[in-house]
């Protein structure tokens, strides 16, 4: 029994073999039908390369990476071109629009501004565009405009302002804040931007447009007193003491009704005390100067003279401090002198410097009451109106 099972198991194991053996000719044989004499594959072999083109050209520096894919039928045969397309669209790794400014001289104003008015079309215009400091990033990506047009797809999370300046009608656009943007191979750039929670419009830079500075920004901002106190956050529009007898005050540190950034306590500024002056009032035997940013004060002084110098105050207490003006970025505020000519010495003479906790009537009424404790001790007053931006 045990020698007939074992020939039994032997037979079994020849037969399993051979036919493993069989598989293995068959399929060799499969095999060599699908490749030539060689012993080479016909089937196409594919390769790809990879290439990067720089755009310098415009506001916003492209990084353009294309994939070209090339074939062959064999070993032997010689790689021949398939496509090309564009694998990456980009803006440089470290590459930074914040804090930049931006010139636009066109002679048509509305090809640049879609949203002005038709009266705009084929007038001359200037814009300046000047980009916050302040940032969140910036996401770019290859892609398509709405007409299908190949461009870089860019996402700026940050803000800007625009000053318009065309055929007499100047504006100053503030906070503007990105929607999606195109950027093209040419250079030119397509900005969409919004405002107040919904979109606004677009504009059209083309590749030659010319980076500038922000003092020349600042120069191109409306010069007229009334457009600035309209969009100032801090003008003090009312006064209880403004019956008074006025007198002038002047200051080579304002120009065009902007303070000079040096007296600002920002990276753009040095925190030097404006240059002031005023005219003598007669019967005064004390002047008090102070600046005001809405409640926020920002310099008191008591004083005998007629003149400070440019930087003379600093942080020495009461009657002789001064901080420069350092306000939110991107808006507007008003930074007022108001000088008291004083009849006499006044009871208190007090003053929540560098806060918010201040009122220039109650400074006045203050002033106004003599050492004595009798009223009418201001016998007159003087104002000095400045704005600043802070962008820095």
């Not at 629009?97 to 104003?109: G, M, P, R, Y």
Request: glycine share 8%; net charge negative.
């Amino acid at each position: 029994m045990d020698k007939g099972g074992g020939s039994s198991m032997r037979k079994n194991v020849y037969l399993f073999a051979s036919v493993f053996v069989l598989a293995l000719i068959v399929a060799g044989c499969n095999s060599a039908g699908k490749t030539g004499n060689a012993g080479e594959s016909t089937v196409p072999l594919v390769k790809t390369e990879k290439r990067i083109e720089k755009i310098t050209a415009g506001m916003i520096p492209q990084e353009i990476e294309y994939t070209t894919t090339y074939v062959r039928d064999n070993a032997d045969a010689p790689w021949s071109f398939s496509k090309e397309e564009i694998s990456g669209w980009n803006v440089p790794e470290h590459y930074k629009l914040l804090n930049s400014v931006w010139f636009i001289e066109t002679d048509d104003a509305r090809s640049v501004m879609p949203t002005l008015e038709e009266r705009f079309s084929g007038k001359k215009g200037k814009f300046y565009i000047r980009f916050s400091d302040e940032s969140k990033g910036i996401r770019s990506s290859a892609g398509k405009d709405s007409a299908g047009t190949a461009c870089m797809l860019l996402k700026i999370f940050t803000t800007f302002d625009i000053i318009i300046d065309c055929n007499g009608f100047q504006d100053y656009i503030m906070d503007l804040y990105f929607d999606d943007s195109y950027v093209y191979k040419d250079g030119s750039v397509v900005l969409c931007y919004g405002r107040g929670g919904s979109f606004n419009g677009s504009i059209k830079v083309s590749a030659d447009v010319k980076g500038s500075t922000f003092s020349d920004f600042l120069a191109a901002l409306p010069a007229t007193e009334e457009d600035l106190i309209m969009r100032s956050e801090t003008y003090i529009s009312y006064i209880c003491f403004s019956d008074l007898p006025k007198f002038d005050v002047y200051s080579d540190d304002l120009i065009d009704y902007m303070w000079d950034p040096k007296i600002t306590n920002t990276n753009d500024g040095e925190n030097l005390s404006p240059e002031l002056r005023w005219d003598v009032v007669e019967g005064a035997s004390k002047y008090v100067v102070v600046m005001i940013d809405g409640k926020w004060l920002h310099m008191d002084v008591v004083t005998d003279k007629f003149s400070l110098e440019s930087g003379a105050i600093g942080k020495n207490g009461p009657g002789n401090e001064y901080v420069g003006p350092y306000p939110p970025y991107g808006s507007l505020h008003t930074y007022s002198v108001f000088v008291f000519a004083l009849k006499d010495d006044c009871e208190d003479y007090h003053m929540n410097f560098d806060t918010a906790g201040n009122d220039i009537d109650f400074i006045y009424l203050n002033l106004d009451k003599g050492k004595d404790g009798k009223k009418f001790n201001v016998l007159a007053y003087g104002r000095l109106d400045g704005h600043y931006v802070r962008y820095q």
